[in-house]
């Protein structure tokens, strides 16, 4: 891997493609377009707080579910997950 690979190296658990299968109908490829120049980007870093939580139970008052409690141990992660 050379140095410019490694920029653009996927860290945590993440999916390293979205390359197309060899049988889909379309396939995707990146065009540059002018408008971003990669060099200029930012070195995004993770950050990481602690996380007090007030309860492990919520409450959910939605017509759509068939439950009214649920717990969700999770506040995001480095994906971007809600």
């Not at 197309?20 to 995004?44: Q, S, T």
């Amino acid at each position: 891997m050379d140095r410019e690979d490694q920029r653009f190296r996927v860290l945590g658990r993440a999916a390293g493609s979205n390359d197309a299968g060899r049988f889909e109908r379309h396939a995707r490829v990146a065009e540059d377009d002018g408008w971003a120049r990669e060099d200029e980007l930012p070195v995004l870093r993770t950050q990481t707080s602690i996380e007090v939580p007030r309860k492990v139970i919520t409450y959910n008052r939605s017509p759509d579910l068939p439950f009214d409690r649920s717990i969700n141990p999770y506040r995001g992660c480095e994906h971007g997950c809600v």
